[in-house]
Nanobody, 123 residues
Framework: QVQLVESGGGLVQAGDSLRLSCAASGRTFSSYVMGWFRQAPGKEREFVAT????????YYADSVKGRFTISRDGAKNTVYLQMNSLKPEDTAVYYC????????????????WGQGTQVTVSS
């Protein structure tokens, strides 16, 4: 079992940056693949980024590639999402998730989810 708590969301203007954090507690953090997903009003939850257990491999949705960076700090049991050049279409609730399965962009393969943090980007 692992508990996930996101933080760092807020209201920003287009072109600004934000860094989201997700603190994990419970079982060994390094045993989980970690991912970020987002859900905009009226839309389904979509994949944003994922990072493997060692932190050596990352994978991004095309919509955020080159603008967002996922990273993890094992000493702090935390995964981050650095978001640069934010656009109004990035507005969503952002969720952190943990998986005991292989590295994947599929939400159904993630076992644990945080409560989410709101990111709003104004034009």
């Amino acid at each position: 079992q692992v508990q996930l708590v996101e933080s760092g969301g807020g209201l920003v203007q287009a072109g600004d940056s934000l860094r989201l954090s997700c603190a994990a507690s419970g079982r060994t953090f390094s045993s989980y693949v970690m991912g970020w997903f987002r859900q905009a009003p009226g839309k389904e939850r979509e994949f944003v980024a994922t990072i493997n257990r060692s932190g050596g491999n990352t994978y991004y949705a095309d919509s955020v590639k080159g603008r967002f960076t996922i990273s993890r700090d094992g000493a702090k049991n935390t995964v981050y999402l650095q978001m640069n050049s934010l656009k109004p279409e990035d507005t969503a609730v952002y969720y952190c998730a943990a998986s005991t399965r292989p590295y994947s962009a599929r939400a159904s393969l993630y076992d644990y989810w945080g409560q989410g943090t709101q990111v709003t980007v104004s034009s």
